[in-house]
């Protein structure tokens, strides 16, 4: 028996060197956005519910300006591999360091507006631009 679990390590290691290499370039991206938010001890933007209060990592897709009501919003777009969530603050036409590409954690109550996630005027932490 002691055999077994040692012949099954090299299998497993690999195992996920060919689907390293098999999987697509987002598929891989997505893959480090789900450990990057486990490992912070932050909610998936996929397991978020309504009304709920969250603290959720990833990625900006996008980021546009958008008025509701006559108001100036910066929206955008935070993905973390397993969804995504609108990140909006309101009143606002720009802030500094909220571009497309840039990593951040956001805390605030998740709302939902036509069948999307949303988060209204969250607190949030830009996550630095290099890997340390």
Partial sequence: MSAVPGSEKPAGRFRRMLDRLSSSQEDLESEELREDAATAGCTRIGDCHDRQIVTVTGT?????????????????????????????????????????????????????????????????????????
Avoid at 83 to 90: C, G, I, N, R, S
């Fill in 60 to 132: 900006l897709r996008t980021v546009t300006l958008r008025p509701r009501a006559g108001v100036p919003a910066l929206e955008a777009e935070l993905f973390d591999g397993s969804a995504a969530l609108d990140v909006v603050w309101l009143g606002r036409r720009s802030i500094v360091g909220i571009e497309p590409g840039r990593r951040l954690i956001a805390s605030g109550r998740v709302s939902m507006s036509r069948g999307r996630r949303v988060l209204f005027n969250p607190k949030y932490e830009l996550r630095p631009l290099g890997r340390e």
